[in-house]
């Protein structure tokens, strides 16, 4: 359980430096701040590693449940 909150930790820093990347090319891109963009890129960044996240979860479930059988 603990490995699984160390991993999580791990992967929630990820999603604040993708967060901080997103608000930077933001400011960048347009004179004036542009926070949806930074919003909008912290959004699909925290939605791809929750994706991968959940197909390692289902990968190693499934695995572990043929193997069982």
């Known amino acids: 359980m ?3 909150f160390r ?9 604040a430096i993708a967060f ?8 960048m891109m347009v004179d004036e701040p542009d926070y949806p963009f ?3 890129c912290f959004v699909v960044s925290f ?3 929750e994706t991968l996240r959940y ?5 190693k479930n499934r695995d572990s449940s043929s193997a069982s059988s």
Request: zero cysteines.
């Open 20 to 27: 901080l990347f997103g608000l930077l090319l933001a400011e």
């Open 7 to 15: 991993y999580r930790f791990k992967q929630y820093i990820l999603v």
């Open 38 to 40: 930074g919003i909008f």
């Open 47 to 49: 939605g791809v590693a």
């Open 2 to 4: 603990q490995v699984y």
């Open 55 to 59: 197909k390692k979860w289902a990968r």
